[in-house]
Each structure stands twice: as structure tokens, then as C-alpha cells.
T-cell receptor, first 111, second 114 residues
Framework: GESVGLHLPTLSVQEGDNSIINCAYS??????FIWYKQESGKGPQFIID?????DKRQGQRVTVLLNKTVKHLSLQIAATQPGDSAVYFC??????????FGAGTRLTVKP | GAGVSQSPSNKVTEKGKDVELRCDPI?????LYWYRQSLGQGLEFLIY????????KSGLPSDRFSAERTGGSVSTLTIQRTQQEDSAVYLC????????????FGPGTRLTVT
């Protein structure tokens, strides 16, 4: 079956550096994507979204890039801070509103 | 305003016992979702409600799992005759309506079956 997955299960970065978290999807009908952040002991929290008619969207310190040709999604976090340490999930929606989550990438920020 | 709340936050039960997990969605949200998250894993969709009805029960892993929602608000997820493989964090989320993509998650209930 088709699925959303992540290239790396863990990522460790130095405080102040930029972080890039990747996600691959296989459903060609996916037209909407969300990145969620899940801190320890909490539920996932919406960070940023992007529709398939866009290839880039910026938020506060975060940027999501979408490459539909290779079905790849990335989340870039600028000037990573200790509070960014969490598990990050991508999720995709297709035109039937079916949603799938990836396994998640654990980001650890070293002081 | 108040977010999604879940209770209990932690539940330890013996194998074979029944458990009931509760979710209070954000007021006014008509869509409600249940997910299961095993340790170090992603989110596994279980069931969603639009109002009080559950048009999609495809994610329930077995007939030991059931869920209901009354009054378009509170939902309960019941697991009968619990097994050790049921141990996981059970997350509830709500959204304004089924077509609203952004879901607001509760803190989850950590279920441990001994």
C-alpha cells in the first residue's frame, strides 16, 4: 500500500544551526501536507501546512518545501533552539480526505 | 480556550480486563478522531466521528475495540479483554469538520497492559 515515510528516524543538531527534516510520500493523489510537532508527553501540534499547488511556504523560523516530482517534503527550522527538540511528523491528505502520518523524526538540539 | 482533553492520562490494567478511555473535544468541533501510537512509532488511525456517527471504522484493529460519541461531544474508546499488544498511547483529536485538515490533539492516554 502507499504510505508516508521519513528518511531519518533521528536528527541531532547544534543549537543555532539550521535543521532539515525530510519526508517521502508515495500517494500521487496527495494534495495537502501538514507538519506536526510532538513534544514528550504531549499530543502532536500543527506547525505548518502546504498545498500541492505550492512548492514553498514560510512560517516563523520554519519553511516547508514540496517537490511533487520526487514526492518529497521537507521541514526546515532556522536557528534551531532547545525548545525545538521533539518528534516531527509529516502527514498527507489525498482528495478523499484520507490522511496518513509518517513514523516521525526525533530532533535533538545540543546546547 | 480549552483544548482537547483526555482521561485518564495513564492507565495500567491487567491482561483480560476492559478499559474505557475518554476524550473531550474542543467545543463546537464536529469531527473527532482516535489514533494509537506505539512506542517510537507513528500514528495509527483507529476511527473518526462526524457528529455522533462513525462513517469510517476501518482502522479498528479488532472487534475488541469499539468507540461511541454522544451528544456530538464526548467520545469513549473501549477496549475489551485487553492484550499486552494494546499497550500504547491513545490520542484523540478534533477538528471543526471532517474536511478541515488541521486537527487539534489531546495529550493522550498511556495504556499499559500487564
Amino acid at each position: 500500500g502507499e504510505s508516508v515515510g521519513l528518511h531519518l528516524p533521528t536528527l541531532s543538531v547544534q543549537e543555532g544551526d539550521n535543521s532539515i527534516i525530510n519526508c517521502a510520500y508515495s500517494n500521487s493523489a496527495s494534495d495537502y501536507f501538514i507538519w506536526y510537532k510532538q513534544e514528550s508527553g504531549k499530543g502532536p501540534q500543527f506547525i505548518i501546512d502546504i498545498r500541492s499547488n505550492m512548492d514553498k511556504r514560510q512560517g516563523q523560523r520554519v519553511t516547508v518545501l514540496l517537490n511533487k516530482t520526487v514526492k518529497h517534503l521537507s521541514l526546515q527550522i532556522a536557528a534551531t533552539q532547545p525548545g525545538d527538540s521533539a518528534v516531527y511528523f509529516c502527514a498527507d491528505y489525498d482528495n478523499n480526505n484520507d490522511m496518513r502520518f509518517g513514523a516521525g523524526t526525533r530532533l535533538t538540539v545540543k546546547p | 480556550g480549552a483544548g482537547v482533553s483526555q482521561s485518564p492520562s495513564n492507565k495500567v490494567t491487567e491482561k483480560g480486563k476492559d478499559v474505557e478511555l475518554r476524550c473531550d473535544p474542543i467545543s463546537g468541533h464536529t469531527a473527532l478522531y482516535w489514533y494509537r501510537q506505539s512506542l517510537g512509532q507513528g500514528l495509527e488511525f483507529l476511527i473518526y466521528f462526524q457528529g455522533n456517527s462513525a462513517p469510517d471504522k476501518s482502522g479498528l484493529p479488532s472487534d475488541r475495540f469499539s468507540a461511541e460519541r454522544t451528544g456530538g461531544s464526548v467520545s469513549t474508546l473501549t477496549i475489551q479483554r485487553t492484550q499486552q499488544e494494546d499497550s500504547a498511547v491513545y490520542l484523540c483529536a478534533s477538528s471543526h469538520y471532517t474536511g478541515a485538515y488541521e486537527q487539534y490533539f489531546g495529550p493522550g492516554t498511556r495504556l499499559t497492559v500487564t
